[in-house]
């Protein structure tokens, strides 16, 4: 991946907000069950930094999706400023663990947070283990995003000029 310090800026912004098309997202649902399957984990969360919900696999309940991702986002943020007071860069798992039901953090490429919600059906050994190897394929879908040309939205290069003039025509 190119250093985001060298990038113009239409290149920085377009490696800090990463677009999923619904190829991609279909292929991560598709790893998030895989993972869900193989770790025993109830619930997959994919949730990018900014705590919005990229997508989800498994069993939800009655979750708040929308207050569970801004939470686990500011989590993140805390902990990434905690790791670095202690000399790190920022610490990329993290684990919580209730009387019933646990969390485990998982940072994927920068961008988005791996969030599995599990309980005593398996072990956090076993959430760790898949939640790492699906973190690097998802990280693969991310390159692969990131080096694909960019897409003609459709509206052509004069769009946004054609749209000034007619809203200046409509309120002139």
């Known amino acids: 991946m190119a250093d985001p310090k ?3 800026q239409n290149e920085r912004l377009r490696h800090d907000r990463l677009t999923f098309y619904k190829e991609d997202v279909d292929r991560i649902d598709k790893l998030l069950a895989e993972f869900l399957r193989l770790s025993g984990a109830k619930c997959a969360l994919l949730i990018d930094k900014e705590g919005h919900l990229v997508t989800k696999r ?3 309940r009655t979750i708040d999706l929308d207050t ?3 939470l686990v986002a500011g989590s993140f943020a805390a ?3 905690m790791a670095r007071l202690l000399g790190e860069e920022e610490f990329t798992a993290m684990f919580h663990q209730g ?3 646990n969390i485990q953090l998982s940072l994927v490429g920068d961008r988005t ?3 599995i919600l599990f309980d005593d059906r398996t072990t956090v050994g076993m959430v760790r283990l898949y939640a790492g190897e699906t973190s690097k394929k998802l990280a693969d879908i991310y390159r692969e995003a990131l080096d694909r040309p ?3 939205d459709g509206l052509g290069e004069g769009y ?3 749209a000034k003039k007619t809203l200046d025509k409509l309120f002139d």
């Open 6 to 8: 060298r990038m113009s």
């Open 58 to 60: 498994g069993e939800l």
């Open 68 to 70: 569970i991702s801004a």
């Open 79 to 81: 902990t990434k400023e």
């Open 99 to 101: 009387e019933r039901d």
């Open 113 to 115: 947070l791996l969030t």
């Open 150 to 152: 960019e897409r003609d």
């Open 160 to 162: 946004g000029t054609d």
